[in-house]
């Protein structure tokens, strides 16, 4: 999703961030940020994922700051198996969203594989036109060790995006099954992009995703493929109902598009907002983003109070120390954890 | 996977510890257990599945115990998407094993839903021949909320399985790309089944799983399937040379099978066996058992340190007060957090 322009960015905004980490100054940065700066922008989201111990006080401020002022936008969550055509699909559907005047902000979220540390993603995707938009910001997904520091970093990228002005954020993740949870608990619609022709045990794989969806688009609706995307749409909206009814009662709709031959994705932008109407008259979309935040909190309560105890030297002393009665079978695991928890 | 005679088995030995709680026989339990005992096998399950705290203590008590008896058994995980033939596959594999004087033990995990907490597995899976064989122990999944929770009753069922002198222990899992690392973190070899025929965005999904494997198993060779099978086995072998090479140097393995005409059977558990003394010559069968005894451990002890920061009433009771100037977007849910961590 990085297009070099975009690294490039991300890199002078850390060089800068570099050589005035004695001055950030976070009043400047806001005040550039809510006038829709891009480079104030990417200059911010690069202090929030900054790991640096002396980046977390002008962070934390910046956040706070941008919190009044955000929280007017729709998130979009994207999914889909590689190969489903994502971004070529973002690319169609972000440049329709500016054509009517919107603002799109597109974030990734993609963990890395638990074996290798590497990308899953094969090759970085590419958003051609969207990249070009000066009405969209494009930014590649944080890195971090964990999903849980990514989906965080992302949140905080969001607020940004916000108070910068962005009112549409697509949040894309690929579809592995194990970042679309964090990606639903993050944004107000959870569109799931489908390919016609995959079979039954590729359904059996996407169920649990299926269930979060609240809207599925058969991608590649075009030459010959357009009568088995139809046929997939009717297969998908029966599958759907089979499903037991998602809590706030809404039934996820679904429809064929082709980025390539641009059909379908008004009609996808028609479904979102329905989504939305239907959520804010019944009081549920504030609801849905309360809910959200309180989750939020205790994510992050979590891995504070974790990074808390492992960093006492008492802890890892006895840690180390039953490593060996472990390693000879004289405890089992759950006695040595206990005996740490006490020590 | 659970026949109606094992659930009985089990309500009975719930049943049985709930009526004689104030004096669980522990010695008794464990001396009918080293035996191969079947019922004081599903007792003993039982009684570390349970929740209930008058259990705890018993349980830990059992399992230092077992700790002296168990660890000797090959660990076996399988995992496949629904619909690749994982019950009829481990039914004919089972059977071939107690066939030449193994003992086999089957445990699943079967993580639920994160939206609907059901089960994701469509129907309960049958194993029909070995359900009846007597060298072999079926026992349904351990039911938890948390995907933690239940791999930790599965590794201590494994071990009780060793106690009770079951020389496979297979561990199945659903091959939704959540359990998965679960499963690899406590069995020795890791096998994942395939369908002849899947599109390259199953390949796709598969990445990450397909990491972890050490063998795979095309099944469904049989009849006209037989060809397909074959080629999706020089596909796969391909496509698992693209892998960066395991840390531990082995190279995964691809075979055919067909339980229907028994093909192949044989030759997977050889795929294993020559795995088994490929670590054993090198040292690294107990080097990897070490590792996982203490990822274990340090599973366990996050899980404890998080249960006992959220039972201090301090901490709830600072988290419901920041809750109402959290949904008034007064603070940031990181800010909450750490005042929370800090109360």
Redesign the interface.
């Known amino acids: 999703m990085a297009s070099p322009s975009k690294d490039n960015a991300a890199s002078k905004a850390l060089d800068s961030l570099k050589n005035h980490h004695r001055s950030i100054d976070v009043v400047r940065i806001f005040q550039e940020l809510i006038t829709g700066n891009r480079a104030a922008l990417g200059e911010a989201i690069t202090l929030i994922e900054s790991t640096s111990e002396k980046h977390k006080k002008p962070a934390?401020d910046l956040?706070?700051k941008s919190?009044?002022v955000s929280?007017r936008s729709i998130r979009i969550g994207i999914t889909g198996?590689?190969?489903?055509g994502k971004s070529t699909f973002i690319d169609a559907f972000g440049t329709y969203l500016t054509s009517i005047g919107k603002k799109v902000a597109v974030l990734a979220i993609d963990p890395s594989?638990?074996?290798?540390k590497?990308s899953?993603l094969g090759d970085k995707t590419r958003m051609e036109k969207l990249s070009m938009d000066k009405d969209a910001f494009i930014r590649p997904s944080a890195t971090s060790t964990t999903l849980g520091g990514v989906a965080?970093k992302t949140?905080?990228s969001i607020?940004l995006c916000e108070a910068a002005g962005y009112d549409i954020i697509i949040v894309e993740t690929v579809?592995?099954?194990?970042s679309e949870?964090a990606v639903h608990s993050m944004t107000d619609f959870f569109l799931l992009l489908m390919?016609a022709g995959?079979?039954?045990?590729?359904q059996?794989?996407k169920?649990?995703i299926m269930?979060?969806c609240d809207g599925m688009s058969i991608t590649k609706a075009d030459g010959d493929n357009r009568k088995k995307a139809e046929f997939a749409k009717s297969e998908y909206t029966s599958a759907l109902h089979l499903?037991?009814e998602?809590?706030d009662g809404w039934m996820p709709k679904v429809n064929t598009c082709s980025a390539l031959e641009n059909n379908g994705i008004e009609e996808t932008w028609k479904m979102i907002q329905d989504h939305y109407h239907w959520m804010v008259s019944r009081n549920i979309f504030e609801q849905r983003r309360?809910e959200q935040?309180?989750e939020?909190?205790?994510e992050?309560?979590?891995e504070?109070?974790?990074d808390?105890?492992f960093q006492r030297p008492e802890k890892m002393k006895k840690?180390l120390d039953?490593?060996e009665q472990?390693?000879k079978?004289q405890?089992?695991?759950?006695?040595?954890?206990?005996i740490?928890?006490k020590a």
Not at 81 to 84: H, L, Q, R, S, Y
Request: no cysteine; aromatic share 8%; proline share 6%.
């Open positions: 934390t956040l706070s919190l009044t929280g198996v590689p190969g489903v594989s638990p074996i290798s590497g899953i965080r949140r905080e607020m579809g592995v099954g194990q949870t390919l995959a079979g039954d045990q590729l059996g794989i169920r649990g269930e979060m499903f037991p998602k809590t309360h935040d309180f939020w909190m205790n992050t309560l979590k504070l109070v974790l808390q105890f840690l039953l490593k472990l390693l079978r405890i089992t695991p759950f006695q040595a954890a206990e740490i928890l």
